[in-house]
């Protein structure tokens, strides 16, 4: 089975959270993409990885290189980028309700 390709969308304190969680699953996902407005808290979660993911300021910029995505970015973000996501055609977990 191919793994499943994660995208984390918001990287404040949460995101390295739940990216130290899916290392013990590593061998069923894998985190392709990271997404942050300010790039250089991207980049921070990038560099807890084993991998070197996709860094990026726009989460519609990692569409192509993701199969879900998990929205950790602010609350009140959570339902248009879940919406964007959907439509897009991926998988999405939220962290919170919308």
């Known amino acids: 089975m191919d793994k499943i390709r994660i995208g ?3 990287c404040g304190g949460m995101a390295r959270s739940h990216a130290s969680r899916f290392s013990e699953v590593l061998d069923r996902i894998e985190i392709s993409a990271v997404v942050d407005i300010k790039t250089e808290r991207a980049q ?3 560099d807890l990885l084993d991998n070197d993911p996709l860094v990026e300021s726009d989460y ?3 569409y192509d290189q993701v199969d879900a995505v998990l929205v950790v970015a602010p609350h009140h973000l959570h339902h248009p980028i ?3 996501c959907l439509r897009a055609g991926k998988h999405v977990l939220v ?3 919308m």
């Open 95 to 97: 962290e919170k309700p």
């Open 82 to 84: 879940t919406i964007d």
């Open 8 to 10: 984390i969308i918001g």
């Open 44 to 46: 921070a979660v990038a």
């Open 60 to 62: 519609r910029a990692i």
